[in-house]
């Protein structure tokens, strides 16, 4: 009995060291990921700044206005293609009407 008592308590302990070491290389890779994605992001973060700043600005406007500017015309643009595909549709949805009315008198 106490011969696997001690085997029980060998095996615990055999179990904790590679829980711990394993949270220990987990922690590690993750942290060294994290360390990279935050390097590339600002990175591609400065570049764009930087983009925008040199070529897309106006007149006193700051790379951040500019790009809130920008974001802010692609909506418009989104919202006026979406009403002209609506128009477009309700058009042609009345055209097919009139050609099945049209088929109906005769």
């Given at each position: 009995m106490k011969n696997k008592e001690k085997q029980t308590k060998a095996l615990d302990a055999i179990?904790?060291?590679?829980?711990?070491g394993y949270r220990k290389i987990e922690d590690g890779v993750v942290g060294g990921y994290k360390?990279?994605?935050?390097?590339?992001?600002g990175g591609f973060t400065?570049?764009?700044?930087?983009f925008v700043d040199r070529f897309l600005t106006k007149a006193g406007e700051s790379a951040e206005e500019a790009k809130t500017r920008m974001a802010q015309e692609q909506q418009?643009?989104?919202?006026?293609?979406?009403?002209?595909i609506a128009q477009?549709?309700?058009t042609t949805h009345a055209?097919?009407?009139?050609?099945?009315?049209?088929g109906k008198q005769e």
């Open positions: 179990e904790q060291g590679v829980v711990t360390k990279i994605e935050r390097g590339v992001v400065r570049m764009v700044d930087g418009e643009r989104e919202e006026a293609a979406k009403a002209r477009s549709q309700a055209y097919v009407e009139r050609s099945r009315n049209a």
